[in-house]
């Protein structure tokens, strides 16, 4: 299995500039995140989807929109980037009802916005 | 969710046991304590979780004391690889399903 991947690993993009960030879980979970981290901070939740066909806000969902593709597939978009939004952003997912909040993270996406 | 508290860092001979406290004044009844931790530039990885009893996986052991205010993480004999942010995590099992990651503890495991 590979787990949660994330493409892609790096990006740089021109302030305006819109991009879409890629995520995929090959574990059956239910519910998928979208985190961001800042230099010397930690993360932050961007959106999330308890479940397929649903997306819910988190603590920083400015400027960001998903889509819960199908239940592997969680895309998040800009779509205009600023240079506030350089950071590294980290896919999850975890299964949903029951269990503990066991949440298995991609190796993360580095975008730089110029 | 109740807040925490965490040294922002220590550091731990190779070798040694590390213990890592966590402040969780408010938890509440129905709270888990969650450890996670992030080796640099990697995502973060779940370690261990527990609700009112000590508990004890292949990575670490986790000691919640008997009013649950405050636990300790524990990794018995660290090595270099253990070098890492500790973030401590409390949660309602029930409630919706993301976290909310502090500023952790950096361990420094030193050869």
């Known amino acids: 299995n590979a787990g949660v991947t994330q493409t892609p690993k790096f990006q740089v993009l021109k302030t305006g500039q819109s991009m879409t960030l890629q995520c995929a879980q090959d574990?059956?979970?239910?519910?998928m995140y979208w985190y961001r981290q800042d230099p010397g901070m930690g993360l932050r939740l961007i959106y999330y989807?308890?479940?397929?066909?649903?997306?819910d806000k988190g603590e920083v969902p400015n400027g960001y929109n998903v889509s819960r593709l199908n239940k592997r597939e969680f895309s998040l978009r800009l779509e205009s980037a600023a240079p506030s939004q350089t950071s590294v952003y980290f896919c999850?997912?975890?299964?949903?009802?029951?269990?503990?909040?066991?949440?298995?993270f991609g190796p993360g996406t580095r975008l730089t916005v110029l | 969710d109740a807040k925490t508290t965490q040294p922002p860092s220590m550091d731990c001979a190779e070798g040694r046991a590390a213990n890592l406290p966590c402040n969780h004044s408010?938890?509440?009844?129905?709270?888990?304590v969650y450890w996670y931790r992030q080796i640099h530039s990697q995502g973060p990885q779940y370690i261990i979780h527990?609700?009112?009893n000590n508990e004890t996986n292949e990575m670490a052991s986790l000691i919640i004391t008997e009013d649950r205010k405050s636990s300790t993480l524990i990794l018995p004999h660290a090595t270099l690889r253990d070098t890492a942010v500790y973030y401590c995590?409390?949660?309602?099992?029930?409630?919706?399903?993301?976290?909310?990651f502090g500023s952790g503890t950096q361990l420094t495991v030193l050869p």
């Open positions: 527990g609700l009112k």
């Open positions: 999850a997912s975890s299964a949903q009802a029951g269990g503990p909040l066991e949440q298995f």
């Open positions: 574990m059956n979970h239910n519910s």
């Open positions: 989807s308890a479940s397929e066909g649903t997306t």
């Open positions: 408010t938890i509440s009844g129905n709270e888990y």
């Open positions: 995590i409390v949660k309602t099992s029930g409630s919706a399903r993301q976290l909310t």
